[in-house]
């Protein structure tokens, strides 16, 4: 006999589609929904796990979230046992908004909806959904509210997923308390990690993004503080959490957003500078990023002539020209940094503004990225 698809092959096809790049995926998901709910055979009728994958597939696209919601609303009026939503309805519900411009209240709603239940309660997936959604708006302080949601809950454990996203919000929030509530987000995942919940110890992502705060919140002392985060990823206890050049190239943005303008201060940050880089170059090696991003802090903290730079500028110059990462943005970087005659100096007499990279000697610029010539 001729095969005959049934439910579970129609829902595998869907979901294939609501994981791929087809830019029909929706479509088509919605036109075998469409088949499934029109058949005579009993057993291709949809039920909730099907619509569940359509919506999902509908869901990942932007600005959804409006039109998922109509669908699922659709659901809860259906006097049908079959299409009730599930925790996974809820999420995907709280996913489109998630991925709508200006959704994240409507998540966040829609979570204290779920929570008031009394057919379905809300799983570590929604959380970890809205918990994103308001880091993506930088809505710190209900995030923090959910989280302590979560840790009261007896069968709801943050895990570091959770953890991270709440220092997300606090980085993209800017609040002048976002990097003591890092911290402290820090100190609760290896609480939770020392007494037993391995979920929560934090990964290399959760100290980056600890950076990013730094870089982005008012605080004093961003460069210690950033090489304070270094130290504790290198603590006894983390065998899986080694700083890369992602990590050090971090290090010297947040280095380079230093706030203070007394020139102590500023000469103290300038060192951290040639100490990151050393570092560097000692273990995970610079990368394209990295001397672009060392220089830049060099220009930073020089700005108002407050201090003298000559010692770092050269110096971070030197190792950049060692290793031939030597292009446009470093050059950029370095003219504002220094005087126009330092800056000759520095590349030997060459000063043509058009053509500057490929006057250089080759050695200077030989791991620099292919990429369209800039002038500078």
Request: contains cysteine.
């Amino acid at each position: 006999t001729d095969f005959q698809p049934d439910a579970l092959t129609m829902t595998s096809v869907i979901h294939a589609y609501s994981k791929s790049k087809d830019p029909d995926a929706v479509k088509k998901s919605l036109s075998l929904l469409k088949e499934m709910e029109q058949s005579d055979d009993e057993r291709m009728q949809p039920d909730i796990v099907t619509r569940n994958v359509v919506l999902a597939a509908i869901a990942r696209n932007p600005n959804k979230g409006k039109d998922v919601e109509a669908i699922f609303r659709n659901y809860q009026a259906s006097s049908s046992r079959s299409l009730q939503p599930t925790e996974v309805t809820w999420a995907t519900v709280m996913l489109a908004w998630k991925n709508t411009e200006g959704g994240a209240e409507r998540a966040y709603n829609l979570l204290e909806e779920m929570k008031a239940s009394d057919d379905v309660q809300p799983n570590i997936v929604c959380y970890s959904t809205v918990v994103s959604a308001l880091a993506r708006d930088g809505n710190a302080h209900e995030a923090e509210y959910l989280l302590d949601d979560m840790k009261r809950s007896p069968r709801l454990n943050p895990n570091s997923i959770v953890y991270t996203s709440v220092m997300e919000a606090w980085a993209n929030s800017r609040d002048q308390h976002g990097v003591d509530a890092a911290w402290n987000l820090l100190r609760s995942m290896d609480d939770a990690a020392f007494q037993g919940d391995h979920n929560a110890l934090p990964t290399a992502i959760t100290f980056h993004t600890l950076l990013k705060v730094i870089e982005k919140c008012p605080c004093p002392q961003k460069g210690f503080q950033a090489v304070r985060v270094v130290e504790a990823m290198t603590m006894p206890g983390r065998p899986s959490v080694h700083p890369s050049t992602r990590t050090f190239n971090a290090v010297l943005n947040a280095i380079g957003a230093t706030m203070e303008n007394d020139p102590n201060s500023r000469l103290a940050a300038l060192n951290l500078i040639s100490q990151t880089l050393h570092h560097v170059r000692q273990g995970p090696r610079a990368d394209a990023y990295t001397y672009p991003a060392a220089m830049k802090a060099v220009a930073r903290l020089s700005e108002g002539g407050t201090v003298d730079n000559n010692r770092t500028l050269e110096l971070v110059f030197s190792m950049c020209k060692d290793d031939g990462w030597v292009d446009a943005m470093v050059l950029s970087h370095m003219r504002r940094a220094c005087s126009p005659s330092h800056f000759r100096s520095l590349l030997e007499g060459n000063e043509d503004e058009t053509n500057l990279i490929e006057l250089l000697p080759k050695s200077w610029v030989r791991k620099r990225q292919r990429t369209r010539r800039r002038q500078i």
